[in-house]
C-alpha cells in the first residue's frame, strides 16, 4: 500500500510555462484535493473531487484546473505559471468526510 | 466563513514539561476536526481525528478534546521529547466538505 503518491517531487518553471502536478492514491479513496501551503501559512483548497467524474473549486482555484477520470487519479494542472504560484502543493485523500490522508509534497518554484 | 487560528504561533519548553496547543473556530458546524504534525520541508502526519459527536481521543503520549460549543480544541502532549519538535496544524472539515487550516504552532522542545 503506497497511500498517497506525488510526482514531481522539485520543479522550477519558468514564467508563462504549463505543467502537471501527478497525484495517486492507491486506498480507493472517493475524495480527493488539491491544497497549497505558503511559507508560515496554513494550507489553502484548490480543488477537491468527491468522485471520478466530479470535480469543485476550493478556496483557491485560479490558475489551476484538474480533472479527475479515475478514482485513483486526480492530477493539478498549472497553465501559465505566474511567480505567485510559487509555493509547496499537498494532495490528500479521504473516504468521504474521514481522516484525510497526505501525499510528500511537490515544490515548486515560478521565476 | 469559518476561520481556524492556533495560538501560539511558536513555543518553546524543556523536555519532559507536559504543554497544551490550541486550536479554535469560528463556526460550530464542522464535521470532524484533526491535528497533524509537519516536520520542516516534509509532509503532514496525521495525529488525531475527532468526529463531531466526539468529546477527545488519545494516542500515547497525545490527547485532543474538542468543545465544539465553544469552537475550541486542544491538543495535550505529555512528558514531551526533543523528537516532538515540529509544527502542529489543526484543521476543521466543515459543512462545505473543505478542511479549513490554522497557520500552525512551531514546537521546539529543548533537551
Known amino acids: 500500500n503506497a497511500g498517497v503518491t506525488q510526482t514531481p517531487k522539485f520543479r522550477i518553471l519558468k514564467i508563462g510555462q504549463s505543467m502537471t502536478l501527478q497525484c495517486t492514491q492507491d486506498?480507493?479513496?472517493?475524495?480527493m484535493y488539491w491544497y497549497r501551503q505558503d511559507p508560515g501559512m496554513g494550507l489553502k483548497l484548490i480543488y477537491y473531487?468527491?468522485?471520478?467524474?466530479?470535480?469543485d473549486k476550493g478556496e483557491v482555484p485560479n490558475g489551476y484546473n484538474v480533472s479527475r477520470s479515475t478514482t485513483e487519479d486526480f492530477p493539478l494542472r498549472l497553465e501559465l505559471a505566474a511567480p505567485s504560484q510559487t509555493s509547496v502543493y499537498f494532495c490528500?485523500?479521504?473516504?468521504?468526510?474521514?481522516?484525510?490522508?497526505f501525499g510528500p509534497g511537490t515544490r515548486l518554484t515560478v521565476l | 466563513k469559518q476561520e481556524v487560528t492556533q495560538i501560539p504561533a511558536a513555543l518553546s519548553v524543556p523536555e519532559g514539561e507536559n504543554l497544551v496547543l490550541n486550536c479554535s473556530f469560528t463556526?460550530?458546524?464542522?464535521?470532524?476536526l484533526q491535528w497533524f504534525r509537519q516536520d520542516p520541508g516534509k509532509g503532514l502526519t496525521s495525529l488525531l481525528l475527532?468526529?463531531?459527536s466526539q468529546r477527545e481521543q488519545t494516542s500515547g503520549r497525545l490527547n485532543a478534546s474538542l468543545d465544539k460549543s465553544s469552537g475550541r480544541s486542544t491538543l495535550y502532549i505529555a512528558a514531551s521529547q526533543p523528537g516532538d519538535s515540529a509544527t502542529y496544524l489543526c484543521?476543521?472539515?466543515?459543512?462545505?466538505?473543505?478542511?479549513?487550516w490554522g497557520a500552525g504552532t512551531k514546537l521546539i522542545i529543548k533537551p
Open positions: 490528500a485523500s479521504s473516504k468521504q468526510e474521514n481522516e484525510q490522508f
Open positions: 484543521a476543521v472539515f466543515d459543512s462545505n466538505y473543505q478542511l479549513i
Open positions: 475527532i468526529q463531531s
Open positions: 486506498m480507493n479513496h472517493n475524495y
Open positions: 473531487s468527491v468522485g471520478a467524474g466530479i470535480t
Open positions: 463556526d460550530s458546524a464542522i464535521y470532524n
